[in-house]
């Protein structure tokens, strides 16, 4: 019995591991032409985008709360950072058993969960796009534990009401321009104390300084010898003038 139990228990972590890893290998890439509904994708297969590109969408809506992508393709890739999030908390990695017991449910059953809850919406987003991608960015560094995260999701995707696209130009440029000054700001910190008038003191400089004043104390000391001797050559001739007369 001990024996048929411990394998029974075996069999169960590999399939959930398969299971997760499963989980994991569909959705490591976003395809963008998935269809959840709203607006039909064209008939030509559309690239895959990167994941670094996918988060870069979903920081500039975290900072808008707008958006200007088709909410198809949009859609797509909030459910491939949901899934990507959800991933990296050690829940994912339990035994069924362990799962239903912290979760209340298997991860598999979690993930399909929160997925179809996004999937729901199809004409647009919720209007709470704005915080589900502020949390999908910053998860790991808020939510503890998947459970808290799970509960923060459905609280942001229980509503009804949707957003509608942007008219508004794209900022990524003017993104890209923001960091400039603070990057021109930057440089000046690296850099050694300036001088006023902008002008940078460099050692070689004050060597330079250093020696002109010796060099400036040195002839005052031999203008001030030479004045000496020559006031005592003159005393000297003066007083040989009168016995050369003599």
Known sequence: MVLMETLSEENSQN????ANEAVH???NTVPAAINH???EPGPEAEPEIAQEEVKGILEVIASTGK????????KSMLSFQLKQ???EYPESKMTSEQQNASLGETYPELVKRLDEALVSFVEGPPFTLQRLC???LEA????PNISKLALALEKNLLVTTMLTIST???????MQKTDEPEKAREEPEAQPNSAQNGVEPVAGDRDEVMTDVEEADIDDEMTIDMEAFEEIVGSAETKAEPTANS
């Open 37 to 39: 509904g709203g607006t």
């Open 85 to 87: 999030v959800l991933l």
């Open 134 to 136: 502020e949390i999908l």
């Open 25 to 27: 290998e569909q959705d």
């Open 140 to 143: 790991r560094s808020v939510y």
């Open 168 to 174: 508004d130009p794209y900022p990524q440029a003017t």
């Open 15 to 18: 399939l959930t591991t398969a």
């Open 67 to 74: 958006f200007w992508h088709a909410w198809y393709k949009l």
